[in-house]
């Protein structure tokens, strides 16, 4: 099918006028997609959901409807723009299915062009940092109360640490390649470090912490913002969207956000956190929910900068363990040099603890 074909088959409105393929992103096949009616002009996005990474595309989709159609009624209910503020997913005209399956077994999906809108890959710009944390935490605003053990698990253990432990320690026994003793410092390094990693899984395994609907994906670039004003509009990728702890994803983004380097840059000695980027995401996002969070969900989001850090690094080492399977690798090494960079930002957390432990209780 072509593109022409795969657009029509959704409930689209007007004629096609032509595609353009957007470069950006490292999982799915991404198309922008224009249409005319009359005197107006209706884009798309269109996407090709990539099967190896997420093998049952229909759990994917059916995750993504239901949680997006809760935040348009929240939105709704805040008297806001549901064409800005949340994905809106359209349905096949044949089935009503949010989701096209092409002739050779590919799935399409396609939502609504967000208007006027720009996202950022990395910014320095803290303005920007505070309104990215705002829209998580508005995202996630939205969808408390709604019962996260309905959500399929696309990838399981996605951010289980302890799971990613095991995962860790069996690839060492295994040890395919003769790689693990040109590692053992690191290999050393994180068996330390695996008491306090994994005890925010243990939290939640315990029920000490409630399970939420956490998108688990919370890089700057999953934000979009108005090119004019600057507002941050919609959460993007809700692909990975699943059960887990709100602290994976506040984690996670100060882990992507605040590093002073790239996660792979191999100049460890440089890699710090920003104390800075830390308070302006924390600013944004912890002002959105500290109405809903429990005593114990906030006690444990610095917990999860350090656990999720930790966990990133010890995917990068289990990856190179076992021969560069699954993170893309531009050189050999790669994926050593991206976990001592990981590694050493997870000690600069710890070193940063008590100062974060503060900024966090000023908007707590």
């Known amino acids: 099918m072509t593109i022409k074909e795969i657009c029509t088959s959704f409930n689209v409105e007007g004629k096609y006028v032509g595609c ?43 995750n993504i409807v239901n949680v997006t159609e809760h935040v348009s009624g929240k939105i709704r209910g805040q008297g806001l723009s549901e064409s800005k503020f949340v994905l809106h997913v359209l349905c096949a005209k044949l089935d009503g299915k949010p989701f096209v399956k092409d002739d050779e077994g590919e799935y399409w999906r396609c939502y609504d062009f967000i208007k006027n809108a720009v996202t950022f890959d990395s910014t320095d710009d803290l303005g920007i940092i505070e309104r990215a944390g705002g829209a998580f935490g508005k995202f996630q605003m939205c969808l408390d109360g709604f019962d996260a053990r309905t959500l399929n698990e696309t990838i399981p253990n996605f951010h289980n640490t302890a799971a990613r432990y095991n995962a860790f320690h069996e690839a060492i026994k295994v040890d395919p390649f003769n790689r693990v003793k040109k590692v053992s410092q690191e290999v050393e390094k994180c068996f330390s470090l695996e008491e306090r990693a994994t005890k925010l899984q243990r939290l939640l395994d315990n029920g000490d912490i409630p399970l939420r609907v956490t998108h688990n994906d919370t890089k700057c670039n999953n934000v979009s913002f108005d090119k004019n004003t600057g507002e941050a509009l919609a959460v993007l990728d809700l692909d990975t969207v699943m059960a887990g702890a709100i602290a994976h994803d506040f984690g996670d983004a100060i882990r992507f956000i605040a590093n002073t380097l790239i996660e792979d840059d191999p100049n460890v000695d440089e890699v710090a956190l920003d104390l800075r980027k830390y308070e302006a995401f924390t600013k944004g996002y912890v002002s959105e929910l500290k109405d809903v969070l429990t005593v114990s969900e906030k006690k444990t989001l610095n917990l999860g900068v350090f656990a999720m850090t930790v966990e990133l690094a010890i995917r990068f080492l289990t990856d190179y363990i076992l021969g560069d399977k699954y993170f893309k690798v531009k050189y050999p090494g790669h994926n050593i040099d991206r976990t001592r960079n990981q590694l050493a930002l997870a000690e600069d957390i710890l070193e940063k603890s008590a100062i974060m432990d503060a900024i966090l209780q000023k908007y707590c």
Do not use: A, C
């Not at 799915?28 to 005197?39: G, H, I, K, L, Q």
């Open 20 to 62: 353009k393929e957007i470069p950006t992103g490292n999982i799915n096949s991404t198309y922008d997609v224009t249409f005319t009616n009359e005197e107006k002009v209706n884009r798309y996005i269109v996407q090709r959901v990539n099967k190896k990474v997420f093998t049952e595309p229909e759990k994917v989709m059916e």
